[in-house]
Nanobody
Framework: VQLVESGGGLVQPGGSLRLSCATS????????LSWHRQAPGKERELVAA????????NYADSVKGRFAISRDNAKKRVYLQMDSLKREDTAMYYC???????????WGQGTQVTVSS
């Protein structure tokens, strides 16, 4: 399983970013995909997850209504659209994949998102 994130950067509060995760090495359409983040001194937390067929999406309460996860099974990519960004969204963002509920997540290397004026 290989996951490569891109799209992070520096953005002002209230701005937007779109993260992308390119994948290979597994049957993409059969896997649950997700985005997680980890801020300095804090534990890694689940931000958003999407089911293998894309019909079910779950979000952390802190990002509901601002972030949207999507997947393109033909391109084997998963995305995270982040709008109305806040300073507290600053973190390293990781793409992850797993075969099913209760199985182990495979991780990408992460992409840094910094929200600052």
């Amino acid at each position: 399983v290989q996951l490569v994130e891109s799209g992070g950067g520096l953005v002002q509060p209230g701005g937007s970013l779109r993260l992308s995760c390119a994948t290979s090495g597994f049957t993409f359409s059969s896997y649950i995909l997700s985005w997680h983040r980890q801020a300095p001194g804090k534990e890694r937390e689940l931000v958003a997850a999407i089911s293998s067929a894309g019909g079910t999406r779950n979000y952390a309460d802190s990002v509901k209504g601002r972030f949207a996860i999507s997947r393109d099974n033909a391109k084997k990519r998963v995305y995270l659209q982040m709008d109305s960004l806040k300073r507290e969204d600053t973190a390293m963002y990781y793409c992850a994949a797993r075969r099913g509920i209760g199985t182990t997540w495979s991780w990408g290397q992460g992409t840094q998102v910094t929200v600052s004026s």
